[in-house]
């Protein structure tokens, strides 16, 4: 009898541990998946999509990592990031690179943005900290309107990516074509029937998951993580933690550089201008979503919570449209993911009072 | 008036233990009306709990109550929370002020106990809508402060006003309830200078005048052979002395307060000065900004090979001292370690110079909470000297060498027998023992030339306590590291150490054997008390 | 003290010089700029002045006022949708308003109890939350389960409501009445009637037991607490009163702009509401109204006239755009990043003062021992 108790109470403390809400999404996702065939769905190109989709994010929710693991945060500061990827990929091809050598270039050039960028954002981190995922927010914002201004004024003058009537300008979305579309997922591509794996696209995700991971097993990556654990004991430790969160962002905005370049050579196109602006949002629903907390995340979570994610996006339109012929997938996909961040937010607080 | 003759407050039979930890015996006292009690004892007597038995706090509650009686005007009582103890009639000042920073004196004063002005709107939506009397609030301020007897500015912030204001302040308070019988001051005098002291004294005398009885508790004797009628002595729980005021002195004060006649224990059993051995550590003129625990002006040698004992009351700055030594607060000063200065305020250097550190504050700084066992030994070993890592590609990456760490790990666990499920368990999960002994093995395996140990035994039960000191000995035995132990628990640094220094007003009182009598302890805690 | 002065009226002083230079670049008459700053100090106002409880409670800059603003909206369609028109249906749709505010606020309140310490990030993705729950009914519950009966308003597909629902039946019909004329300036009178009382209330608020309340538990919870203040409820109800105003103050802007953008009119409110409280200078911790009327003014100025002063330089109207927006989020930049560092600098002067105490005294000392 007693054992009877037991479990039951074990399944109680691992739903808590889980999260209600994580539940809900995981079974929820489940359930598209099972209803999928019922409804018409095809389900290789269902899951064929999710894939495809995985292989475009997954990079910008590693970005989230590093600085949870210093005990930054979520990353909300990602559109800096991602900011230095779109420096990186318009002088690519202002500077005349074309195909697979284009990508290769975008890394190159974003590469230094992506440092300085990081630096000055880590310094700032670092003087305030505690308050680092409301400001790391208002920062993201403010540079991303900041570059709206920039991508009118810096001299572009290649035709491909400017205002065809002005001449100047860069526009809102430009075209890859010819570029570094698909660089990464047409290595190597896998086609069966309806299912097309990116290849290429994966292992590029598998080399940096594994670099993270491999970093994490460093003294310096060890260090990292006690910083976000206890900064007090690192520091008693002879941890510089200052220095250690500043390489931790630093990290985190350089792989939102890199990650933005692998979403547009998925996707085709360059996306200017406010894009940037709400896509710290899903990449940090994504890795809660996944079983991270505000100061806890791992490898594991990162592709658990992207492939879930992911699965939502994709699923939810074409099960639920063809199920009640209402398309609601972006209002659910709203409520799954602020919920989610809702949840993390308000979970910490009650854990260690 | 009928309860004229019973006293009014009567504790009879108190006994309170936490987790088996008796930490009160059978306490029997009684205080008049408009009496004063001057309450005295070491940290860790038991003074700090009587009053919170008495206080209805929560701490008491939750860890299962007391046994025995408390009468208050020949009712009996006991209190689930402060605010019944507030609502009967008693007061109580806390060491830490609970200001409103923003307030000023009069609004901090009746905080949340404001007179009201009714207004028709409250008939809607209740009574929190009335306007508050503003009129009012300043008579009823003036009145307390009155009858305090010490003049504040009562409409100055808080945030802008001397420690020594907020104090009377928070006194004030106590003072404005209209039902209060009985005032408990802890430590009061230590935040005030010497007037505002006298003037606080001169207002206990006022207050017992007025009929409000008085609870007195300070290190200060002088102060409570000033005031008091009654003073009660708590030695390990034990009421040991009560006696009217006018019958005793400092010394037998004192006396009682450490002197421990039965288990006199005559310092440690290996107690050996080493009068020849060169000095390792010397220290000079060192000042440290730790809240609570400032140093100032301690100049200190420790000798190679020893254990040296620092001791002193909560307060005075002992743990200051490792502390500003290994960066952790802000300090200043001359640090010479075998020769060579010691810069200040790095942490990273002094682990260089091997030195380690197991810090008071186990849960905030000693430990990686939620991480495992493996991390929290290893982890300062790692950083420092780069320990547990294996190399790859010709040194470019090294990696945790997880194997290696696993060994560690399982080396301190059986040596200093911590009780886990295993080398992965996370350090919250342990017990205050046990997570202990973790600190001390963090510390050892960097194998330092210079320990500090600041209040090993702290919340630990009696087994794990001996475990911990005997570890310690051993070590320094063994290999030959220098030791130098911070605690509160004289009786433990007469058994662990070779000499002990004391601290007092936060300099050093003196530096005796450990085989020196328990009296010449105690005068030395109270020299320069504040 | 003063050096904290400066800095909280640095950002005021920045905005006027930028509108300074401004507001000649961009040639408008000043009778237009004046017309404009008037119109919209009555449309926003309102709405700002419900940010100023939830400050005082020590929560921060609430960005869950968006919770109040979708409410407002989902009331104005309902009434518009029974064509209850003119004043009476705006006092309707407040009255509607109320309880879907009063429970959002409350579940608002209640999850920030749950996440002291970061109440700012917290109401924020609240709004963002809530803001999916509000699609879910406005776009999708409306018509099919809550009946719709205007086609006016609804989507062609036989439910969800238009991106565009027309209040011309309450077009600035509080802002015209008692509207009074002076040099060809419309002065709405009436709403600026409302908005001066709801100052007298915040005022009179502020000396109410409750009030003292909140500004204690926004300073010291635990001080509050073991005095005896339900710290939680307290937080609670100032969260509700922020919401409730919040919604009413939407009604205020949307009668004002004679239309709702469904899907958006809400989104941004919170954002400009919040920058224009700080360019008053109000900082997160202190807010009072006098930064609300300086505020609206300021910000208003510089979003009316960037635009023009932008394409009068550059010759591309977006360049002023995009600056504005640039300029508001900046302002919440700066401002969260000046209360973080006051909050460190608070501390470390502390410590400083010690360590003086005890470099005068360590040669004494000294001289002592």
């Given at each position: 009898m007693e054992e009877s108790i037991t479990f039951k109470d074990r399944i109680k403390d691992s739903v808590a541990e889980f999260g209600l809400p994580r539940l809900i999404i995981t079974g929820f996702l489940v359930l598209l998946l099972i209803m999928a065939p019922f409804v018409g769905a095809d389900l290789p190109t269902q899951i064929s999509n999710i894939i495809n989709r995985f292989s475009w994010n997954g990079i910008l929710v590693l970005a989230m990592v590093p600085m949870v693991h210093s005990g930054c945060?979520?990353?909300?500061?990602?559109p800096l990031g991602i900011i230095s990827g779109l420096l990186g990929a318009t002088m690519s091809i202002e500077l005349g690179f074309t195909g697979a050598m284009s990508f290769v270039a975008a890394i190159l050039i974003a590469t230094p943005f992506a440092l300085v960028f990081g630096m000055l954002y880590g310094w700032l981190l670092n003087k305030i900290k505690g308050g680092e995922m409301m400001i790391a927010t208002y920062v993201g914002f403010s540079s991303v309107s900041l570059m709206c201004m920039m991508w009118l004024v810096l001299?572009?003058?290649?035709p491909n990516m400017v205002w065809g009537l002005a001449g100047k300008g860069l526009r809102t979305t430009i075209s890859l074509e010819g570029y570094?579309?698909?660089?990464?997922?047409?290595?190597?591509q896998i086609n069966i029937g309806n299912i097309s794996i990116p290849t290429g696209t994966l292992l590029f995700f598998a080399l940096l998951a594994f670099a993270i991971w491999a970093f994490l097993h460093t003294k310096t990556g060890t260090a990292m993580t006690a910083v976000g654990s206890n900064p007090a004991f690192a520091k008693a430790a002879g941890v510089n933690v200052d220095r250690i969160r500043m390489l931790s962002v630093v990290m985190s905005t350089w792989l939102a550089a890199v990650g933005i370049l692998v979403y547009e050579q998925g996707f085709g196109f360059i996306q200017l201008y406010?894009?940037?602006?709400?896509?710290a949002l899903p990449a940090v629903s994504a890795i809660l979503i996944g079983g991270a907390s505000v100061n806890k995340a791992s490898i594991m979570n990162v592709i658990v919570g992207t492939i879930l994610f992911q699965g939502i996006v994709t699923m939810t339109p074409t099960v639920m449209n063809n199920m009640?012929?209402?398309?609601?997938s972006e209002v659910i996909r709203i409520i799954a993911s602020m919920g989610m961040i809702l949840f993390a937010l308000t979970r910490k607080t009650e854990g260690s009072r | 008036m009928e309860t004229n003759s019973a006293p009014l407050l009567k504790l009879q039979g108190i006994k309170k233990d936490f987790n088996g930890n008796?930490?009160?015996?059978d306490i029997n006292l009684e205080l008049g009306k408009g009496e004063v009690l001057g309450l005295c004892g070491e940290n860790g007597a038991g003074k700090s709990t009587l009053m919170k038995i008495l206080f209805g706090a929560a701490d008491i509650t939750e860890t299962g109550g007391y046994s025995g009686d408390i009468y208050l005007d020949g009712q009996k009582v006991s209190f689930e929370t402060p605010f019944e103890a507030i609502e009967a009639g008693i007061g109580m000042v806390h060491q830490e002020f609970s200001l409103i920073?923003?307030?000023?004196a009069t609004e901090n004063i009746l905080l949340n106990r404001e007179p009201e002005k009714y207004s028709f709107i409250s008939e809607i939506f209740?009574?929190?809508l009335n306007t508050l009397d503003r009129k009012k609030m300043d008579e009823r301020s003036a009145e307390a402060v009155e009858k305090m007897g010490v003049a504040i500015?009562?409409?100055?912030?808080i945030n802008s006003m001397p420690v020594g204001h907020k104090q009377f302040t928070e006194i004030a308070r106590e003072l404005s309830?209209?039902?209060?019988k009985l005032l408990i001051l802890d430590e009061?005098?230590?935040?005030?200078t010497e007037r505002e002291a006298e003037a606080l004294l001169a207002s206990i005398k006022g207050m017992s005048e007025r009929g409000i009885s008085v609870i007195f508790i300070t290190h200060r004797l002088q102060e409570v052979l000033t005031v008091c009628d009654t003073v009660a002595v708590l030695r390990d729980g034990v009421l040991v002395e009560c006696t009217p005021?006018?019958?005793?002195d400092e010394a037998r004060i004192t006396k009682s307060m450490v002197?421990?006649?039965?288990?006199?224990?005559?310092?440690?059993?290996?107690a050996s000065e080493q009068p020849d051995a060169p000095t390792i550590l010397s220290i000079e003129k060192l000042w440290v900004d730790m809240p609570g625990e400032t140093v100032r002006n301690v100049s200190l040698d420790v000798k190679e090979g020893e254990i040296l004992g620092i001791g002193g009351l909560a307060g005075q700055g002992k743990l200051g001292i490792p502390n500003g030594i290994m960066g952790l607060y802000e300090a200043g000063g001359t640090v010479t370690f075998e020769g060579r200065q010691i810069p200040l305020n790095n942490p990273r250097i002094c682990l260089d110079s091997s030195f380690a550190f197991v810090s008071e504050d186990r849960r905030r700084v000693g430990?990686?909470?939620?991480?495992s066992l493996e991390w929290n030994i290893s982890f300062p070993a790692m950083q420092i000297?780069?320990?547990?890592l294996k190399s790859y590609l010709g040194g470019l990456i090294k990696w945790r060498d997880e194997k290696a760490i696993r060994e560690l790990t399982e080396k301190y666990i059986e040596e200093l027998q911590?009780?886990?499920?295993?080398?992965?368990?996370?350090?919250?999960?342990?017990?205050g023992g046990n997570q202990q002994k973790v600190c001390l093995a963090k510390a050892f395996a960097l194998q330092p030339r210079l320990l500090f140990v600041s209040e090993?035994?702290?919340?630990?039960d009696v087994g794990a306590k001996a475990l911990v000191l005997n570890a310690l000995k051993k070590f320094n035995k063994e290999s030959g590291t220098t030791v130098v132990m911070v605690s509160s628990e004289l009786q433990e640094l007469r058994q662990t150490c070779d000499r002990i220094a004391i601290v007092s007003g936060g300099r050093i009182s003196g530096i005796l054997p450990s085989?020196?009598?328990?009296e010449e302890f105690g005068t030395l805690m109270l020299k320069d008390v504040v | 003290m003063k050096k904290i002065n400066l800095r909280q009226a640095s950002v005021p002083i920045m905005f006027i010089i930028i509108c300074a230079i401004c507001i000649p670049l961009s040639g408008l008459s000043p009778k237009m700029l004046v017309n404009e700053i008037v119109t919209r100090m009555g449309r926003n106002a309102f709405l700002i002045l419900s940010l100023l409880i939830p400050i005082m409670a020590g929560m921060?800059?609430?960005?869950?006022m968006t919770l109040g603003a979708m409410a407002a909206e989902i009331a104005l369609i309902l009434v518009c949708d029974w064509q209850i028109v003119s004043v009476p249906g705006m006092i309707l749709a407040a009255i509607i308003s109320v309880p879907i505010s009063v429970l959002l606020g409350i579940f608002c309140g209640k999850i920030l109890n749950r996440a002291k310490g970061r109440e700012m990030i917290t109401s924020y993705i609240m709004a963002f939350f809530v803001n999916g729950i509000y699609q879910l009914i406005v776009l999708?519950?409306?018509?099919?389960?809550?009946?719709?009966?205007?086609?006016?308003?609804?989507?062609p597909r036989g439910y969800g409501i238009r991106n565009t629902v027309s209040l011309l039946s309450m077009r600035q019909k509080l802002d015209n009445m008692l509207a009074v004329t002076i040099g060809g300036v419309k002065i709405p009178v009436l709403t600026f009637i409302i908005i001066a009382v709801m100052c007298l209330v915040i005022v009179w608020f502020r000396r109410t037991k409750l009030g003292q309340d909140m500004r204690a538990v926004g300073q010291d919870m635990e001080v509050a607490r073991d005095a005896g203040i339900n710290v939680e409820r307290t937080r609670i109800i100032s969260i509700v009163i922020s919401t409730v105003l919040a919604g009413l103050g939407m009604i205020i802007y949307l009668q004002n702009m004679?239309?709702?953008?469904?899907?958006?009119?809400?989104?941004q409110i919170g954002m400009f509401c919040i920058a224009a409280l700080l360019v008053g200078g109000a900082s997160v911790d202190k807010a009072s109204i006098g930064n609300v009327f300086l505020g609206v003014v300021l910000f208003h100025t510089m979003f009316i006239v960037a635009p023009r002063a932008g394409a009068y330089i550059t010759g591309d109207s977006m360049i002023g755009e995009y600056f504005r927006v640039f300029v508001s989020y900046a302002v919440i930049t700066v401002a969260l990043i000046m209360y973080e560092t006051n909050k460190r600098r608070a501390k470390s002067a502390a410590s400083q003062r010690l360590q003086e105490e005890q470099d005068a005294e360590s040669p004494a000392g000294g001289e002592n021992s």
């Open positions: 945060g979520l990353n909300f500061g990602l001299p572009y003058s290649s570094f579309d698909q660089a990464l997922a047409g290595i190597a406010m894009a940037p602006f709400y896509m009640i012929h209402m398309d609601m | 008796q930490v009160l015996a920073p923003g307030f000023d209740g009574d929190r500015d009562r409409h100055m912030m309830k209209d039902q209060l009061p005098t230590a935040v005030l005021a006018s019958e005793t002197g421990r006649s039965i288990m006199g224990v005559a310092g440690s059993d290996d430990l990686l909470l939620d991480e000297q780069n320990k547990f911590i009780r886990c499920t295993g080398t992965k368990q996370n350090a919250r999960q342990l017990s090993p035994t702290r919340g630990i085989s020196a009598p328990m | 921060g800059l609430n960005f869950g999708y519950l409306m018509g099919s389960v809550i009946p719709i009966k205007h086609s006016t308003i609804k989507l004679g239309n709702i953008a469904t899907y958006t009119a809400h989104s």
